[in-house]
Nanobody, 124 residues
Framework: QVQLVESGGGLVQAGGSLRLACAVS????????MGWFRQAPGKEREIVAS????????YYSDSVKGRFSISRDNAKNTVYLQMNSLKPEDTAVYYC?????????????????WGKGTLVIVSS
């Protein structure tokens, strides 16, 4: 059973930074593409960033490009999302997800495994 546990969320002022982590257990993440998604209140879930199995290719949504950075440490079975220059519109529950088929680049892509999410609140 693959389990994903997100951490690092919290309350931050606009312009600040947070680093989310996604710890994976049950299987090595080296075989999985990983993604970060988010869902704000009253809105649909959207993709934020994704990374292929080796870390050699990444994708970012236009809304976070240049501010967020996704990375992975396969030895630690962990994926990270560094979030800089945070804006109030970044407020959401952030979910980590894993997929064995390909690196997601759309919000409606159905990943194999999901975490339960971590809440990020950006105050103005």
């Amino acid at each position: 059973q693959v389990q994903l546990v997100e951490s690092g969320g919290g309350l931050v002022q606009a312009g600040g930074s947070l680093r989310l982590a996604c710890a994976v257990s049950g299987r090595s993440i080296s075989s999985y593409a990983m993604g970060w998604f988010r869902q704000a209140p009253g809105k649909e879930r959207e993709i934020v960033a994704s990374i292929n199995w080796s870390g050699g290719r990444t994708y970012y949504s236009d809304s976070v490009k240049g501010r967020f950075s996704i990375s992975r440490d396969n030895a630690k079975n962990t994926v990270y999302l560094q979030m800089n220059s945070l804006k109030p519109e970044d407020t959401a529950v952030y979910y980590c997800a894993a997929d064995s088929r390909r690196m997601p680049e759309s919000s409606d892509y159905v990943m194999d495994y999901w975490g339960k999410g971590t809440l990020v609140i950006v105050s103005s």
